[in-house]
Nanobody
Framework: HVQLVESGGGSVQAGGSLRLSCVVS????????TAWFRQAPGKEREEVAT???GVVDSVKGRFAISQDNVQNTLYLQMNSLKAEDTAMYYC??????????????WGQGTQVTVS
């Protein structure tokens, strides 16, 4: 079993920055893959960044993912925020399969609102 606890969300003006944190604890094998996802109202959940592959194209140059293995914390640094970045952000962890990750564990989410 894995527990993930996110923090760092909030309201910010366009162009501002936020850093999301996610403390991950539990079964080491289920923490081999870690990632950030987001879901905006009325939209499907989408991947934002993974430790293995980095950030997706839509946020490249503005967001960065990192991990502190000593503190067991996953970060998402978000700069130059836009209104379209408004969403609930989730961190996730899971098993590393031969060709992909399977995200079995999810945090409770942290809201990011950009106006």
């Amino acid at each position: 079993h894995v527990q993930l606890v996110e923090s760092g969300g909030g309201s910010v003006q366009a162009g501002g920055s936020l850093r999301l944190s996610c403390v991950v604890s539990g079964d080491p094998y289920s923490r081999l893959c870690t990632a950030w996802f987001r879901q905006a109202p009325g939209k499907e959940r989408e991947e934002v960044a993974t430790i293995r592959t980095g950030v997706v194209d839509s946020v490249k140059g503005r967001f960065a993912i990192s991990q502190d293995n000593v503190q067991n914390t996953l970060y998402l640094q978000m700069n130059s925020l836009k209104a379209e970045d408004t969403a609930m952000y989730y961190c996730a962890s899971g098993l590393r399969l031969p060709t992909r990750c399977r995200y079995d564990y999810w945090g409770q989410g942290t809201q990011v609102t950009v106006s």
